[in-house]
Structure formats: structure tokens, C-alpha cells
């Protein structure tokens, strides 16, 4: 008799926990979707976002061997106070760097990005200057170390290929630039000499008349 009234009563449990269950159908289906959203959210959000690379070059200075083909015109340099203005190792690589790290020479290469020009198309003019400065701080150059003269060129970027292009680029601008920095030093120098030249022949004719 006993064994009865359990039987039954585990029967009449389980019958209603399944009421419960079927009562709360719409709460869990609500949960279980809401859930689902939340995951797919979180995945298509994830995707979304680029996954970024660095990339890293060294440079460091050439070899002082490389600049013997300028010791005469160094000499002529030292010989009327033009020191800063010497084409040494030293200098031409601090040079390059500054044409480099320059933000407007960043930002001149970033435009020919075609990722940049898709972000910067339809924006005002003070805009394109704040998202051009904001990729061009991508960019930096870092010392190895305190002693070393070694430095590291690094980029970070959403993609490899146009990360290797902008380097590329911005290498190669900076080249040109230094180039043109150089020789328009040395047209202005020599214009320097050329006047200090005349200004001394004049001072010897005029030395010359009053004897």
C-alpha cells in the first residue's frame, strides 16, 4: 500500500514540474535567444575589428668609409664655419631621421594609402588633418638601446602588404628629401662663399686705391 501512495505521488511530481516547465517555455526561449544574440553580437563585433601587425625595420648610420668622396668639400665646410652643415655619417643620418619622424612627411605619404583615402573621402578638411594625425602615430622610430646608435623603424597596420608599401614609401620620400635638403644646403653655402669672396676682393681693391 505504502509502495502505491509513493508511486503516486512521484507521479503527480513530475507531473508538476513539467506544468512548470511548460509555463515557463516562453521565459526560457526568451533567455536562450537572448543569449544566442549576445554570442553572435560578441562574434560578428570581434570580427569587425582589424587584427593589427607591426611591422619593424632597423637603421642605423652608414659607415664612415662611405663619406671619403666628401672630405675635400667637408674641409672647405670646417675652413668657413659651416660645421653643421658637414656630410658626415653622423649628420646625414640624424637628417634622415628628422625627414622620418616629420609628421607632415607622414601624413604626405598616408594620403596615397587607399585604406586612408576610403576613411578621409567624405570628411571636411579639419577632420582628414585630426584621422591623418591619428594614423601617423603609428609610426615611430625607437633606439635599441641608450648606447647604441641603432635605430627601430615601426609601423603598426591592418594589413602586411600595404604596411611594407607605406614603409616603403615613406623610406624612399624621405630619401628624395634628404637629397634635395642636402644640395639646396650647398647651392646656399656656396652663394655664402661667393659673397664673402666678392665682399673680400672689395675690401683689397678699396686697400689697393688708397695706396
Do not use: C
Not at 103 to 128: A, G, H, R
Request: glycine content about 0%; hydrophobic content about 40%; overall charge positive.
Amino acid at each position: 500500500m505504502n509502495n502505491k501512495i509513493s508511486k503516486y505521488r512521484d507521479e503527480i511530481d513530475l507531473f508538476d514540474f513539467l506544468k512548470l516547465v511548460w509555463k515557463g517555455k516562453k521565459i526560457i526561449a526568451l533567455v536562450i535567444i537572448f543569449s544566442l544574440m549576445i554570442g553572435i553580437s560578441y562574434i560578428y563585433m570581434n570580427s569587425l575589428k582589424p587584427t593589427t601587425y607591426e611591422i619593424s625595420m632597423d637603421l642605423s648610420p652608414n659607415e664612415k668609409s662611405d663619406f671619403v668622396n666628401f672630405t675635400n668639400i667637408n674641409k672647405i665646410l670646417i675652413s668657413n664655419d659651416f660645421k653643421d652643415h658637414l656630410i658626415t655619417n653622423e649628420i646625414i643620418f640624424k637628417k634622415f631621421i628628422n625627414n622620418i619622424t616629420n609628421f607632415e612627411n607622414i601624413m604626405t605619404v598616408l594620403k596615397d594609402s587607399s585604406f586612408i583615402k576610403e576613411k578621409i573621402v567624405k570628411l571636411p578638411e579639419t577632420e582628414k588633418k585630426k584621422v591623418l594625425n591619428s594614423y601617423a602615430k603609428l609610426l615611430t622610430v625607437e633606439k635599441i638601446n641608450i648606447e647604441s646608435s641603432q635605430l627601430v623603424l615601426k609601423l603598426k597596420w591592418h594589413n602586411i602588404d600595404e604596411a611594407l608599401q607605406i614603409l616603403d614609401q615613406m623610406l624612399n620620400f624621405s630619401l628624395l628629401n634628404l637629397k634635395d635638403d642636402i644640395f639646396k644646403n650647398l647651392d646656399n653655402i656656396q652663394e655664402v662663399m661667393r659673397r664673402y669672396d666678392i665682399e673680400k676682393d672689395k675690401k683689397r681693391i678699396v686697400f689697393l686705391e688708397n695706396q
